[in-house]
Every structure is written in C-alpha cells, then in structure tokens.
C-alpha cells in the first residue's frame, strides 16, 4: 500500500540548486501571481462569526461546484491555483449529489457551536448523591452497553468513507470529520454512565451488532448514509427522547439531552442528502427502495433485540412488578410506533415515498399489542 | 410585577432573562429556528411565533393562526398543561422530568407537536437544550394566568 | 458487495413470535441481567476535572489491561462486557496494542474535548476589516495559509482511513484520532478563512507538498503511518506554527497560530509516546520504522524545495521584498529550517531512536548538519 516519492530528493541536484538559488535570495515567485480570484470575504453576521456560508463565493463556494468532479483529485484548496503533476489520492466519491445536503454547511457550524465535554458537562454526582434501586440500575447499564454498540458502529461510517470522498467537498468533509467526535464523545459518555451507576456493563447485542454491520458495510455512500444517518439515527434520536422522557436520574436526562442535540443533526444531513441524491438522480429512487427492501430488516433485528427492548421496559415502566412491566411495555409500544410513524414521514419528505406501501416493516409493527 | 400568560409579555420578558444570561446561552451554541406556541383554552387559542437566532430570541408576535410552512414546528397544548409546566418551574428552577418540553411532548398525550417537514420537526431536538432553558428562565418571573 | 447479517429478522418467524410475545405478555428473558461482568464503581480522582477515561481504568474496563494481542473481541462489544456467541467480525486489521498505542492517549483526548474551539467564533474576524496589507506580505500570508489549508485535510483523512481497522478495544486510540480528525477540520477551516479574507484569494497549490501526502496517505501500518504524520509531519507543521506566530502580521493571525499550535502539540505528543512505546514493545518493528523514516524524511527534505512555501516565508520573515527584507527573511527561514530539522532529531532521541542522529543512518541529518555549518560560516545559529 505503501507510496514511495518519485526519487531521492536529498541527492537531485535540480532540487538541491533551487533550494540553494532561493536561500541566496534569487526568488522566483512563480506563486506571487497566481491566477485565482481576488477576494475578500466577511462575516454578514458578526454575532454569528465568520462561516463557511460567507465564503460561499465564486470559485471558492460550493454552490458553483459541478455535479461531476473530474479535473481534481488531489487535497488542492478548492479554487486555489493547480499547476505541476499532483498525485492521485484515489477518491470514489466524485459526485456532489452522493454526499451533499443543502444544510452540511449550517449543520457543520452548528456542531462546532453546541460543542460539550461529557467529563465536565454532565452532573455525575447527582447520580452518586441519588442512587438508582438496582433493577433500574441493571437495566440501565445495559441499555447504555447496547448504546455504545451503536455508537462504535456510528463512529466508524463516516470514518470509512471520509478519505474517499473528494476534498473539494469540504464542508461535507469537514461535517463527517463532526461526526466522528460526535459519536466518539456519545460512546464516552454511554460509556462513563454505564461504569459510574456500578454494575457494570452488560451484555453485547448479537442482534444489533449483525444488522449494524450490514448497514456500516452498504456497498455505496448514499446507501450506507441512508442506513446510518437516516434509519439509525432517527431510531437512536427517538430513543434518546424516550429516555430523557423517563428519566430515572437527572444524570440520566443530562445524558440524552446532549445526545438528542448531536444526533438530530446527523438525522437531518441524512435526511437532507438522501433529498439532494434522488433530486439529482432521480433513478436511483428504484436502487434505494431495492436496497430499503433488503436492509429494513436490521431496524427489527434491533427493536426485537432482548438486549435493547428488555431494558427499556423496565425503564419506562420503574420496575419489575407486572403493573411496571405493563407500563414500560405499553410506552415502549407507544415508542416503536413513532420510530415506524418518523421514519417514513422522513422518507417520504426525501422523495423516496411510497415506503410504507412497499415496506415489510407496517406488517410487522401492526402485530404489536399490549395485554 | 407578574406578567400574564400566554402574552408576548412573558415571551418578551424571556427574551429579556435570555439577553442576561448571554453567556450561558452562547456557550450552548447556535440556536436558529423558528416555532410556534400555541395554548388552547375552552376551544379559544392563542398562538405565538418566536424566532430565534445565533443565541437569541429575535422576534415574538401573537398570530391569528399558525401556519406550519412558516415555522419549523410548533408546540401546541391545553393552558392546563403549559400552567402546570411553568408552575413546575418557578418551584425547582427548571422543569422536572415530567414537566420539561421533551417529555410532555413525547407521545403527543399533553404537548403535541406539528411540522410541516420533518427537518424542521428534527431542530426541536438540535436545540432542545436552548428550548429548555430557554423556558426555564420562567423561573425568575412572576407568572399569572388568564 | 456488501455484508449481509446473519438473519434476515422479518423473515425469522421465531424472532418476530418471540418478540411479539414479550410485548403482549410482558415475560421477558432478562438474562442479561447476570451478565458475567466486573462490577466497578469509578469516580472523578479530580473533581474539577470530571469523569474521565482515565477514572475507567479499572480492571477489565480498562485501558491498562489490554493485552499486546487483542485475542478476545474483534466486534463491536464495548471492551468489558459479555460476548456471546453470533457476534460479527468487525473485521479490525489492528488488533496488537504496540501497533498503536501510547502513554496518556485517554488524557490527550480528554484535553482535545475540553479545549475545542470554534474557527467561525473564535477569531476576531471583524478586527480585520480595514486592515491593508502591502501587496507583498498580503501575497505571502495568503500563499502560507494557502499551504497550510491544502495540508492540514490530510491529518483526517489518514487516521481516519485507519480508525475502522483498529480493534474496537482500543477505544481510546479510536476516541483520539477521532478528535483528531474534528482538529484538522477545523485548522483547515481557520486557514482557508485567513487566506480568503485577505484580499487575495487563496494562491498557488504545493505539488511537491502534495506528493507527501500521498505517503503520508498510503502507509503500510498504523505505526508507519503515525510515525510519519504525527512525528514527522506535524513536528515540522508545529515548528511552523510557532515561527508563524512569531511573524504574524496581525494579532488575529498571532490568535490563529496560537490556537493551532495548540491542538498540534496533542497530536505530536501522541505521535511521540506512541514511538516510545512501539520501540519499547515491539523492538522488531525498529527497522520498519528506520526504512519508513528514510522516506519520510525524504519527502519531508523534498517539502524545502516547495518555493512556494520557502518564498512566502522569506518575504514575512523579511517584512517585505526590498533586499534587506530578503535578507533578514532568508536568515529567519534558514533558522526555522534548522530548528525544524534540529527538533525532528531531538524528538527521535527522546524517543528511543538516538541511532538516527548520524549522517550515516539519516541523510536528512546529514543535510542538516551541513546546512548548520553553512549556516554558522554566515554567521546564523538557531
């Protein structure tokens, strides 16, 4: 894999007189005028700083950038002055309309400015001061076991695929690069709270792990964004807001707080690139809901994990006592409903409608009954 | 001296608690949106729109009726609940798990909430801190109600 | 092409009966609540400092007790809890811990969250407006940060290629590189913002620069690839910094390097123990390392010949282009070209490569030693 330079430069002598000619001071400004844009860019809001939005001009924006990058395939600075033989970095991903959402800039600023530390961010000893009883407490750190399966899986989609998505796509680049610390910092905290209540982590989700792997293994970006950003992350947000609704500990809901805000960001560039790719290859609307045929399944191998469900019963319902279990199952019904219900409302805002008529999901999801 | 809710007065005077406590709200991050508040009284509402912006509230106005293309989403429920929700407040300091937006919100049962889009259903949830703390500031006013 | 789970669960009429059944009944299996786990309860050492990694070093759970070869976990289980059988192969090509560890990995991460900052937010943009530059050193700036902008992607891009290969148990490592990437994002934000608010536009790319991210992007290992980016590369980049912050024109560009600086210094530090720590555990990887070395100074020696870069510098070290500008510009620069060649060595002696620090073994230090003593007979020390 490795690359080796095209010769040994400390024995060229053509480097060895151009480095000595410019330290004797013969410059050669070959660079002094290069032939860019001239430019100055400005805040338009100075409460709001200096964005990527405001340098969105020219050459230098990527509202002018063309559907198809052929001519650049190296890290150039977009708009800067290319001359000489650039290597390849091996980009697959060339085309805008497999990555980009229309919000990847907002959404890239946004997670820069809701920025957190789980060390110091979140009351621990809120949770010390006030223990759980250990049935929560158990069930709780299973939960946040599966929590960190999701997470590792999460942290490595965006990793996978960053190097080989174009440079000039820099603001989508650099939002995955936000990603990448959004979910690092999600599998600290699941972590640290999973450790902190004392009993331990639990026991991994063979389930979820099997259908996590497929989707972080989707053949092509948008399918796996589909898959991780869209589907997952919409599941994960709900679940989070479920959580934080029934809260056992206000550690507890500080955690799922934080968690919601990184994760609604990931649900609306998956949501918003999904949108961009069929508005731009509308044919791939068929290749998707082949695909969706196929991968759906995996939301069901998580939901009818015992791993993931069992826990949120007793969660949601403050116990083990059949009136407890009654009401953890009857909320987390309510929950399965609003994941299916969100799910294809958003797919559907995306221009892949037509899900919940083709899906085999609806079917399955309808069987759901609390006695 | 109380303010009266629901009025553009208690949202002006969050506003105000909000512009205090500037810091504390820039260092949460980035709050852009635009959503509604709507309280249901014996068949009667009243709606709000508030925007906001950076790290601020920008805007308040009372309106006739909601329109869900123009906001983001909105927050609707019954006087009884948003009472209850505030009342949680001024006595804690912030809202409990049972009375913060989240939770009230969640299955649609005493808070619902509606959206034209789901994108604009998602920023609830991107700023949902800001939101909470946001009506958290109820607790340095006096509140009573119509 | 793509993996496929091992069941497909809408078509496993166990699965769903199963399922459906708890939900109706409320019976549930509940065995994981005796998972065969170790049972801890950690707590902040420092309370001004929070819950951190390094809190969780506790038995099982942590850190310490990894062994040298991962032989237990290639999933995505959480280092600690309870594998049962059916999990997936996360398919890790790194799963030997000198390969990629280093002494305080938990604590530079734990630093890199609390010290984020925002490029959009945290430079003063507005005090630039107004600002004239003359034509020269405007150019030059803009041609710096130009440089910097175009290199600084590739400190992503390369150890995020590697994140998805690494054993999920080396959390730590995972969690590192991950902030790693977010720094780099953000250093090539500041810069691309400085260049485009000078007036300029940004300038000419660095192809001779380029070639050394290709070898910094196609490494054979995890170490090869850190030894190269971390120690070489951004040990060169931070000894940039720091003399950009000693020529900046303006405060702003002095705020700008010295927050970069900062977040170099994590991933050099990294770069440093992690050497350390591969020669102290895996000796046989030394020569490796020698023969990735030759080419990374190699490419780096090559980088001096990027006039692009060297002009530039000269010309805001000098503070213009009349011949006593280039003159002191020229003396700065081949004191930072010194120092730079001087702290590379420095930093492998530390580290356990004292044998490098020989002309015979390094030909960059060769060409540093004559370029110190060419130096010195004009009368420049460092």
């Known amino acids: 894999m490795a690359f080796y330079a095209y010769k040994d430069y400390t024995e060229d002598q053509k480097v060895l007189e151009a480095m000595q000619s410019v330290m004797a001071g013969n410059l050669g400004l070959h660079w002094f005028n290069a032939n860019t844009e001239k430019f100055k860019g400005h805040a338009s809001d100075p409460n709001r700083g200096l964005t990527y939005d405001d340098l969105n001009h020219g050459t230098y924006g990527y509202s002018d950038l063309p559907e198809h990058l052929r001519t650049s395939q190296s890290m150039v600075a977009r708009g800067s002055d290319k001359s000489g033989k650039l290597p390849d970095m091996g980009y697959v991903v060339n085309r805008k309309s497999d990555v980009w959402s229309d919000n990847v800039s907002e959404l890239y600023e946004e997670t820069k400015a809701r920025r957190w530390a789980p060390a110091t961010d979140i009351p621990w000893a809120a949770l010390g001061e006030k223990p759980l009883s250990e049935t929560i407490e158990i069930a709780c750190a299973q939960l946040y076991t599966f929590l960190q399966e999701c997470e590792a899986v999460s942290l490595d989609f965006p990793a996978r695929w960053v190097a080989l998505v174009n440079q000039d796509f820099i603001e989508q680049k650099s939002f995955m690069c936000g990603q990448m610390l ?21 026991r991994a989700n063979v389930n979820a792990e099997q259908g996590l792997k497929e989707w972080l293994w989707a053949e092509t970006y948008p399918q796996g964004s589909l898959s991780i950003n869209l589907a997952l992350s919409g599941m994960l947000l709900a679940i989070f807001r479920h959580v934080a609704a029934f809260a056992p500990s206000v550690t507890d809901r500080a955690i799922m707080r934080k968690a919601m805000q990184d994760r609604g960001r990931w649900v609306s560039y998956g949501t918003g690139a999904l949108r961009y790719h069929l508005e731009h290859q509308p044919g791939q609307r068929v290749a998707l809901h082949e695909y969706l045929d196929e991968s759906e399944h995996v939301m069901l191998g998580i939901i009818g994990s015992a791993e993931f469900l069992e826990p949120l019963i007793i969660i949601a319902g403050g116990g083990l006592d059949k009136d407890q279990v009654k009401t953890g199952r009857v909320a987390v019904a309510k929950l399965i409903k609003l994941m299916m219900r969100e799910y294809f409302a958003r797919l559907d805002y995306a221009g892949l409608g037509g899900r919940t008529e083709r899906s085999r999901l609806p079917q399955v999801m309808e069987r759901v009954q609390v006695a | 001296m109380a303010v009266s809710f629901p009025s553009t007065d208690y949202f002006e005077a969050l506003k105000a608690q909000m512009v205090a406590a500037q810091e504390h709200f820039s260092r949460l991050g980035f709050i852009d949106t ?17 925007e906001f912006e950076v790290f601020e509230l920008k805007n308040v106005s009372e309106v006739p009726a909601i329109d869900l293309k123009k906001v983001d989403f909105s927050i609707e429920g019954d006087t009884k609940v948003w009472r209850e929700m505030i009342e949680n407040i001024k006595r804690n300091g912030q809202a409990d798990t049972h009375h913060d937006i989240n939770t009230l919100a969640h299955f649609g049962e005493q808070l619902k909430i509606k959206y034209d889009d789901p994108d604009g259903h998602d920023k609830l949830y991107r700023f949902m801190e800001s939101i909470q703390e946001f009506f958290d500031l109820s607790s340095k006013l006096e509140v009573s109600f119509n | 092409m793509a993996y496929l789970a091992t069941h497909d669960y809408l078509e496993d009429k166990n699965f769903v009966d199963k399922w459906l059944y708890t939900m109706r009944t409320g019976e549930m299996d509940l065995s994981w609540m005796n998972a065969k786990t170790e049972k801890i ?14 809190d969780l070093d506790v038995g099982s759970y942590g850190f310490t007790e990894v062994p040298e070869k991962v032989r237990d976990n290639r999933s995505y289980a959480p280092r600690g809890a309870e594998i049962p059988e059916g999990v997936p192969d996360a398919q890790p090509w790194v799963s030997r811990k000198s390969e990629l560890w280093a002494f305080n990995t938990e604590s530079y991460y734990e630093e890199a969250v609390s010290r984020q900052w925002n490029a959009t937010t945290d430079i003063p943009w507005d005090r630039l407006e107004g600002v004239e530059m003359p034509e020269a050193t405007g150019k030059a700036l803009s041609q710096l940060m130009t440089f910097l902008t175009e290199v600084e992607m590739i400190a992503t891009d390369t150890p995020a290629m590697w994140l998805p290969r690494l054993n999920p148990d080396f959390i730590e490592v995972k969690a590192f590189i991950a902030s790693q990437a977010m720094d780099e ?7 691309r913002k400085r260049a485009l608010t000078t007036g300029w536009g940004l300038m000419a790319a660095s ?31 931070l000894t940039m910094f720091r ?17 970069v600086m900062q977040d170099e210094a994590r991933h050099v530090g990294y770069g440093m123990q992690h050497f350390k720590y591969v020669l102290e555990n895996f000796p046989e990887k030394r020569e490796v390392l020698h023969a990735h070395l030759d080419e990374a100074e190699n490419i780096s020696f090559a980088g001096a010949a990027a006039t692009e870069v060297t002009e530039s510098f000269i010309i805001l070290a000098g503070g213009g282009m009349k011949k006593e500008n280039i003159e002191e510009g020229i003396k700065v620069t081949t004191q930072f070209n010194l120092k730079q060649m001087h702290e590379h060595f420095e930093r492998l002696e530390k580290c356990g490569m004292p044998e490098r620090k020989d002309p015979k073994r390094s030909k960059l230090y060769a060409m540093f030693l004559q370029g110190k003593a060419d130096a010195e007979a004009h009368g420049i020390t460092f």
Do not use: C, W
């Not at chain 1, 959004?182 to 639990?202: I, N, T, W």
């Open chain 1, 182 to 202: 959004d979910a690092s910092r999600l599998l600290e905290v699941f972590r640290k709270r999973a450790l902190y209540g004392g009993a331990g982590l639990k």
């Open chain 2, 34 to 50: 635009t959503f509604a508040v709507s309280v249901a009284n014996n068949g009667k509402s009243h709606h709000y729109v508030l």
């Open chain 3, 41 to 54: 309860m950690p707590r902040p050492q420092n309370a001004r400092r929070g819950l951190t990694y390094r």
């Open chain 3, 185 to 191: 994002a953000r250093h090539a934000e500041v810069f």
């Open chain 3, 207 to 237: 192809p001779m620069n380029e070639m050394a991210l290709k070898h910094l992007r196609d490494a054979d290992s995890f170490s090869e690839m850190s030894v190269a980016l971390h120690l070489v590369a951004e040990g060169n980049v």
């Open chain 3, 243 to 259: 003399f950009s912050e000693y020529l900046s024109p303006t405060d702003v560009d002095k705020k700008i390097f010295r927050l």
